[in-house]
């Protein structure tokens, strides 16, 4: 089992829809939780982060973290066909050197 | 002004060759990390370094060596290539920080005939 699970897609909208993203992890130590975009041919870029559980909002975007249930949620509404990419979740422990576990990545495709 | 840059972008070889990745940033940031994005596009680190000492090593082949001259620099040297090493390699940068941003590069894609 993968610590980090995310469902690759590919999931299709149309546009001005609201996206929910998810990922599910299971390493209880994880205290960080990030959303990562990927535009195809490159590299990752931070999109939003979050500590512990909570919401964090950021115009269009809104993040989620359940740590009871272990959930992370990434939401974004009114979608635009610029926010076809893929999307990585992922997470990291506190303290000392820590390495950053990422989701497969939601390949997410906004129909004009 | 690019952030992080890898050198070169693309590399097609045959297996059984030596061939090195080099990447750099001009953040200030004092950790480096290699990753490898397979054809499932699963991101997987592989190495990180912090002012030029190796902190993570995962477990990759011994045909896979980093140097790091310096902490803007980290370059990857892979040994005896073999067909399953084709995939992006990618390379980030992070201030030390708890929240660990990082900063990707725009990856090299590595095809071994």
């Known amino acids: 089992q993968k610590e980090v699970e995310q469902d690759p897609g590919p999931l299709s909208v149309p546009e001005g829809a609201i996206v929910s993203l998810n990922c599910t992890y299971s390493n209880s130590a994880f205290q960080y939780f990030m959303w990562y975009r990927q535009y195809s041919r490159k590299g990752p870029e931070l999109l939003m982060y979050t500590y512990s559980s909570g919401n964090k909002e950021d115009g269009r975007f809104t993040a989620q973290v359940d740590k009871s249930s272990k959930y992370i949620s990434l939401f974004i509404r009114d979608s635009q066909p610029s926010d076809s990419a893929t999307y990585l979740c992922a997470a990291l422990g506190a303290g000392g050197y820590q390495k950053v576990t990422f989701g497969i990545g939601t390949k997410l495709q906004v129909i004009p | 002004d690019t952030a992080v840059s890898q050198t070169p972008k693309y590399l097609v070889t045959q297996m059984g060759n030596d061939k090195s990745i080099k990447c750099e940033q001009n953040?200030?940031?004092?950790?480096m990390y290699w990753y490898k994005q397979d054809s499932k596009k699963f991101l997987k680190i592989m190495f990180s370094y912090n002012n030029k000492e190796l902190i993570i090593n995962e477990t990759v082949p011994n045909r896979f060596s980093p140097k790091s001259p310096d902490k803007a620099h980290l370059n990857l040297h892979i040994n005896s290539l073999e067909l399953g090493d084709s995939a992006v390699y990618f390379c980030?940068?992070?201030?030390?920080?708890?929240?660990?941003?990082?900063?990707f590069g725009p990856g090299t894609r590595l095809t071994v005939l």
């Open positions: 980030a940068s992070s201030r030390l920080t708890a929240d660990n941003e990082q900063f």
């Open positions: 953040l200030g940031h004092d950790t």
